[in-house]
């Protein structure tokens, strides 16, 4: 882009700001925006594409977009590159995360434009930390200001108990939006352990943030891995995401440790077919002090949707809609109740055929996309329809 602002002001029912999308390594954002603009054909995401970075990605907003046009052609007109002198009219704005809202403040207030943001965990949001409760505070003091969606409920708990917004304001949507649809339609037939294959396949899938993957619990999977594969001489273990051999040492994994690097969403069903168990360890307040992640992890999510079984921590007590010990796996995220919990399910390969049929039952109503995104498009819709 040149810098020049335009001498026409673009005119658009909903506006989405962003700084990730398209990339097809963030699918919660896909899922969620395709669907908007999908349903509003005058509504346009624009994209700054400044966070990419973080999902391993090291070309320009363009090259992003183009990939993401081959599939969607017939929305290059509503895929476009953010530039701060853009002027644009529109009847509502949509963002989320803390962060974006930082960064994009000084535009909405420019062009007067409503919004409506999902206070998504991380982003800049944190429980208990002061910045983040001052831009909390400018986002519910605007007059721009329309709606709040909070996908967990300790997110909705912590405004209200705050007096940071009221809860006529405030929609609970619990989980997120991901593109279980494409994941589930093109997955093969699943594998079991015993049943189909001879090895007990285990794996971790995370973005990597901080040295050691600590806050995702990468450091104590690895430990996990190297006592159960001492123990069980079947178990092979798999790591998806920005992680190899110099985070962790692996030293007595050799042979059963298998490293992915990054991958697109459509990596996932033929891996998360012959996957037994998604392991994922996360802990709060250690990325930054408040930081959380939000239950399930996006990762567990398309692996439950899967079949995959998921063994996961949740230190803060957000599930809302799973049965614990029939529907997923919930351990303290430390090495020794993993080992205790894998090696009963090793040993159990039956319970463990029951429990991916369950958990995949149940990931599946609750982010069946229609599920989730029914309760947004009638949000945003009311304000639209104003």
Not at 113 to 138: H, K, N, W
Not at 160 to 176: A, D, K, M, T
Not at 228 to 242: K, L, M, N, Q
Request: net charge neutral.
């Amino acid at each position: 882009m040149d810098g020049l602002v335009r001498p026409h002001r673009s005119r658009h029912g909903l506006i989405v700001l962003d700084d990730v999308f398209p990339h097809f390594r963030s699918p919660f954002r896909i899922a969620e925006y395709g669907r908007y603009l999908q349903t509003w054909s005058d509504a346009v995401v624009y994209s700054s594409g400044r966070s990419q970075r973080a999902l391993d990605e090291t070309r320009g907003f363009a090259a992003v977009r183009r990939d993401y046009l081959r599939l969607h052609p017939e929305r290059r007109h509503q895929v476009r590159e953010y530039h701060p002198g853009r002027r644009v009219r529109g009847k509502l704005a949509y963002t989320m995360f803390v962060q974006n809202f930082d960064y994009f403040e000084p535009y909405l207030e420019r062009h007067a434009l409503p919004f409506v943001f999902t206070l998504y965990p991380g982003g800049g949001f944190g429980l208990a930390l002061e910045r983040s409760d001052r831009t909390l505070e400018r986002i519910f003091a605007s007059p721009l200001f329309r709606h709040v969606i909070c996908t967990q409920r300790v997110t909705r708990d912590y405004l209200l108990e705050r007096g940071l917004c009221p809860s006529e304001r405030i929609e609970l949507v619990y989980g997120g939006v991901f593109p279980t649809d494409h994941l589930t339609r093109s997955m093969p037939k699943r594998q079991h352990y015993k049943l189909h294959k001879r090895t007990l396949d285990v794996c971790f899938v995370a973005v990597k943030y901080m040295p050691r993957g600590r806050d995702k619990g990468y450091d104590t999977f690895i430990e996990m891995a190297k006592r159960i594969s001492r123990a069980h001489h079947d178990v092979a273990f798999h790591v998806v995401g920005p992680f190899d051999a110099s985070d962790v040492e692996v030293e007595g994994l050799e042979g059963r440790l298998t490293f992915y690097g990054s991958q697109p969403t459509d990596f996932f069903s033929s891996f998360y077919a012959r996957m037994d168990l998604i392991v994922s360890p996360n802990v709060p307040f250690v990325l930054a002090p408040g930081a959380f992640d939000g239950f399930p992890t996006g990762c567990c999510i398309e692996a439950g949707v899967c079949g995959t079984v998921v063994v996961c921590s949740d230190p803060l007590g957000l599930n809302l809609a799973f049965e614990a010990d029939r529907e997923i796996v919930i351990v303290p995220p430390d090495v020794d109740a993993l080992c205790e919990r894998i090696d009963r399910l090793h040993a159990d390969p039956v319970a463990l055929v029951d429990l991916s049929v369950a958990g995949q039952a149940a990931f599946q109503r609750v982010f069946d996309v229609n599920a989730q995104m029914g309760p947004r498009l009638r949000l945003l819709g009311r304000y639209l329809d104003d």
